[in-house]
């Protein structure tokens, strides 16, 4: 086993077990190990930036300038974008530096895919949100995500880590399955509406192309919508998976147990936490600090936990897997 990567580290990109995770790279100049070296290398849109045409996010108190970079707008000083897997050199001091508050933002946008992680590895059964052929999940799904229908998984019938279609049993209701639905402008990389001082998130619906939301078209069947003189005869969403770039059609809702994942070569237990490979990011997503490793150790170690990792887990331990790793095909590579 090689040793833990030191800070400040380029990354191998070698992170085969986590499935979303937030790049940051380094504004011109900025001096990041390795970022020169691959400046000229083609960079695949997963921007999670407004692809659009504002100029200026409001991001907290103050407006970020946005700048042109590689076919792709980006906050000027650095990008954020979801991306799989993770380049890992050192985002954290840089991104630190740049925003004083990124900390509770990372943690607001990843509690819920949070949430999910720690159910899963307590109920045993895991509720991805993928491409088919993918081997990571692009969300997460917990009790309270929504579905195409409107309503929550909890308000969809009972499922088991074998369920094949979940269907909703509330009055009325003619879904025969649950499929994720993002209900936050944030997850289809919107980030600008957070900030609007009228913007009413609870208001917020993702969209079809024929501009109706998806509670507007019929949850069953092809998903026609239901507006009156609109021709819409499938819901064909106008936004993109903010971890795969993908299109909402191409993904389904996975209910899976652990050994089903395992021997399909997903991530399980702390592997499943979002930022699993990075300590310092994973904590954040737990605990809203990066040195506070306490939830983890509490997931991993604690009472009920499970049994995974040997030997010492702290912040900055390269993970390791215990018995039963060598089915899994997640191996994580320090170099
Ligand atoms: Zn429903
Ligand atoms: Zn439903
Ligand atoms: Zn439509
Ligand atoms: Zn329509
Ligand atoms: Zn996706």
Request: with cysteine.
């Amino acid at each position: 086993m090689s040793s833990k990567k030191p800070p400040g580290a380029k990354g191998s990109g070698k992170t085969t077990g986590s499935n979303v995770n937030i790049e940051f790279e380094a504004p011109k100049g900025a001096k990041t190990p390795g970022a020169g070296s691959k400046a000229g290398a083609p960079v695949k849109s997963k921007a999670v930036v407004p692809k659009g045409k504002q100029s200026m996010v409001p991001m907290g108190n103050k407006s970020i300038a946005m700048k042109q970079e590689g076919g792709m707008l980006i906050p000027e000083g650095y990008s954020v974008r979801k991306i799989e897997p993770a380049k890992n050199y050192d985002v954290m001091s840089f991104a630190r530096a740049m925003n004083p508050d990124f900390a509770p933002r990372l943690k607001k946008l990843f509690d819920p895919e949070t949430e999910a992680a720690v159910e899963a590895q307590k109920t045993g059964i895991y509720i991805g949100w993928r491409c088919p052929e993918f081997k990571h999940d692009c969300q997460r799904v917990n009790k309270i995500s929504k579905c195409f229908c409107g309503h929550l998984l909890g308000e969809h019938a009972k499922y088991t880590g074998k369920s094949i279609r979940v269907p909703c049993v509330q009055g009325g209701c003619k879904c025969k399955g649950f499929a994720w639905i993002p209900s936050r402008p944030e997850d289809v990389g919107e980030f600008w509406h957070q900030r609007r001082r009228d913007f009413d998130p609870s208001k917020w619906r993702a969209k079809c192309r024929c501009k109706h939301t998806h509670e507007e078209h019929d949850p069953a069947g092809m998903r026609r919508c239901k507006i009156s003189g609109c021709s819409c005869g499938h819901f064909d969403s106008n936004f993109l998976c903010a971890a795969c770039d993908q299109h909402w059609e191409r993904h389904e809702t996975f209910f899976e147990t652990e050994d089903i994942r395992v021997e399909n070569g997903l991530p399980v237990g702390e592997m499943y936490l979002p930022f699993a490979e990075m300590p310092d990011l994973r904590n954040i997503a737990l605990t809203g600090r990066e040195d506070d490793d306490s939830q983890y150790l509490a997931l991993t170690q604690g009472e009920g936990s499970i049994p995974r990792t040997q030997g010492p887990v702290g912040n900055n331990a390269p993970v390791n897997f215990g018995a039963g790793s060598s089915k899994s095909g997640f191996k994580p590579v320090y170099d």
